[in-house]
């Protein structure tokens, strides 16, 4: 039992998101003491309000239960056990898991933006359009779906064994696991998780300690809306996620830096288990002279700072340009940022800050390395205390900085100069592939060149990040395995 001191206010109320209670009390009073005792402590932020004379309380908060290699075996074999009983197999429970799923969105609306908000300032139009709205589509999709996805797919045989038939038949795999990440914690969280459902899985879901509110929200939700004996989740930081990949799992999906991407796939090479890894990258932006350079520099504004403060895989990481044209878009880009954000950025409410003190201290050692403070042609306002840098232009930074060798994932925006733009595909493929790459042009040939000459995850010409809407991820086919059903001949019973 640990105790923690706390000066608050005589007939103070605990309040968490909404007004409500977050958690239960004895008070009893001594002297100039009150002692409240805590035996069911929620996970959640809260306050005190109200207020009359301070006095000091004994807040006395229970051990959080560590969760160790023993109960990660334990865990997973409790849904193992589940899933071999073909509960999660079951058409209608799998639609009444999705069902409860976008019932808890629609409840839960509203706690789940100010989770955002507190873990990373998100704007409450950016939470929605960017997280909330997206796993909605995914819950619908799925379920529009899934009974065409279950349906055995008819394929044709070989002459060989006429007059034979053959289908494809979609199997769940089994138990799996999902490990978020903290940029987009609530759409990186629960959308896999729709896709292991809807193919028929158990899941465990390991939300990021780095965004603790929306973990903590993601805890009580799953729990009180979906089926525990075959969903779960576990919070926790490095711990907790090495006692969960000693685990023998049917599959990973893993969303975060490359760093922690090979750990996963080392661990699950032990066991044999496939994993999908998405790590994200230096993402370019090539823009041309011969453009609407006022719609072209919204659209980066948008996949860069209006899309989470450059705290995205996708996001526009750089930009390269022409000598001769640098000035101009730097120009229209400094204009632009203000309509957008105001001419104080860091009082703006429409930008989201950087997620914890260890990520800000990063981008600021990025930013003052030698050679790089220099080349700063815009913004480099920051404020440790708010966790926030403003928008930030650098220009012909060297190539061998950590900047340009680095994912920066925040809100500084390196840009690199050319003679000719075909010059761009030298810098960009001398780097890792990256997760997406954006081209604004209107020349035809230069469009067809950067399609065959750049390799990346996604491509967009005209505009950054709308590929992820348009080309939605099928989680459903990621969490199914295949099996042809034993051909037979056509009117005889299969053997």
């Known amino acids: 039992m640990k105790s923690l001191s706390v000066e608050l206010l005589l007939a103070c109320s605990a309040v968490g998101a909404g007004g409500r209670t977050a958690f239960s009390y004895r008070r009893t009073r001594q002297s100039n003491q009150t002692r409240l005792s805590f035996p069911h402590v929620l996970r959640t932020s809260y306050c005190f309000r109200s207020c009359s004379a301070a006095l000091s309380l004994m807040v006395e908060v229970e051990d959080k239960p560590e969760f160790d290699i023993d109960k990660a075996a334990s865990l997973v074999k409790d849904l193992r056990k589940t899933f071999n009983s073909g509960k999660t197999s079951n058409y209608e429970w799998r639609m009444s898991q999705l069902k409860s799923i976008e019932r808890m969105i629609e409840e839960k609306e509203r706690d789940i933006t100010e989770a955002l908000h507190k873990d990373l300032s998100k704007p409450g139009f950016e939470a929605f359009v960017a997280e909330i709205s997206q796993v909605k589509s995914s819950c619908k999709l799925a379920l529009k779906e899934l009974s065409r996805w279950m349906t055995p797919e ?42 292991a459902i809807s193919a028929g899985n158990a899941v465990v879901l390991k939300p990021s300690e780095i965004a603790p509110a929306t973990s903590s929200l993601l805890s009580r939700l799953v729990e009180e809306y979906l089926d525990n004996s075959a969903i779960r989740i576990v919070e926790g930081a490095v711990n907790e996620t090495t006692a969960l990949l000693e685990q023998k799992w049917d599959k990973i999906l893993y969303t975060g830096s490359a760093r922690v991407g090979r750990i996963v796939m080392a661990a699950a090479a032990k066991h ?28 980066i504004i948008a996949g860069k700072w209006a899309c989470n403060n450059g705290q995205a895989c996708i996001g526009v990481d750089y930009i390269i340009t022409t000598k001769d044209f640098a000035s101009k878009l730097i120009d229209s880009l400094r204009y632009e940022l203000e309509q957008f954000f105001g001419q104080d950025p860091m009082k703006s409410q429409d930008i989201s800050r950087i997620v914890s003190s260890s990520h800000f201290a990063r981008l600021v050692q990025l930013l003052d390395e030698d050679n790089v403070s220099d080349k700063v042609v815009f913004g480099g306002q920051r404020d440790e205390n708010q966790l926030k840098i403003a928008p930030t232009i650098l220009l012909d930074i060297p190539e061998d900085s950590r ?40 020349e035809e040939q230069l469009k067809k060149d950067f399609v065959q000459k750049i390799s990346s995850g996604g491509m967009l010409i005209n505009d950054t990040i709308l590929h992820v809407i348009t080309l939605f991820i099928n989680y459903f086919d990621i969490w199914k395995d295949f099996s042809v059903i034993e051909a037979f001949p056509k009117g005889n019973k299969s053997p």
């Open 154 to 195: 008819k394929v044709k045989t070989s002459l060989t064994t006429y007059p034979s038939s053959a289908e494809i038949v979609s199997e769940p795999l089994g138990v799996v696991l999902v490990i978020s990440t903290w940029n987009f914690p609530f759409l990186l969280s629960l959308d896999p998780v729709i896709g």
């Open 272 to 299: 044999l288990t496939p994993v999908i890894l998405e790590l994200g990258g230096k993402c370019p932006a090539v823009v041309d002279s011969n453009i609407n350079l006022q719609v072209a520099v919204r659209r």
């Open 403 to 442: 900047l340009m060798q680095e994912e920066i994932f925040g809100p500084l925006m390196p840009i690199q100069t050319v003679e000719k733009l075909e010059d761009s595909f030298e810098i960009i493929n001398s780097k890792p592939k990256p997760l997406a790459s954006y081209l604004f042009t209107n």
